[in-house]
């Protein structure tokens, strides 16, 4: 498509496709209702070879250079940086946003399908290194933080159903704590 084309020319349309590329995928991201994002579809649950997550740490040792990557604010403004409380409500919406992101990350890498269509095999191959490099760290990590959660969610629900603390309970006897200190 770019034969005639100046090298500056190839660069600036990438460049754009890339950009309007995850400009729609993000909209469409924050558009689906949050049910799209659950943590049980296939897509989202652990593989047998991440072996729940195990794979992150032990292989890829992503505690030490996770921390140096942007974290985005999620729709609503839901941070992901660092947990805010320690309830089984929070822990679910940021499992979600856990799916959430990996999916927005993902779709992002698909484009290089597209700058496979468009370029030749050399410019296309550039492009696509950097979209991938830009997008599976964040996939790698919204993975590793899922499957860690989902952990901290079951040591959680196990300590309230020791208690005899239903969630359903948990609810009530949190407003009725809210309530008293009013």
Known sequence: MFEEKSP???FLFNSFLIALWHYIVYNICISLDV???????????PFRWERDGKIYSDKLR?????DYLPVHTGKN???KEHLEEVSVDYLNEFIMETCRGEWNHTLNSILTVLLFAVN???TASCFSILVIAGNLP??????????????LRLII???????GVGLRDREGIEKNAGNKAK
């Open 8 to 10: 500056e020319t190839v």
């Open 35 to 45: 049910s799209f994002f659950d943590e049980n579809k296939k897509i989202y649950r």
């Open 62 to 66: 992503i505690q030490k250079w996770k």
């Open 77 to 79: 403004g839901f941070s």
């Open 120 to 122: 030749d095999i050399s």
């Open 138 to 151: 964040f996939v790698i990590i919204q993975r590793y933080n899922r499957f860690r959660l989902q952990k």
């Open 157 to 163: 629900i196990r300590k309230q159903q020791k208690r």
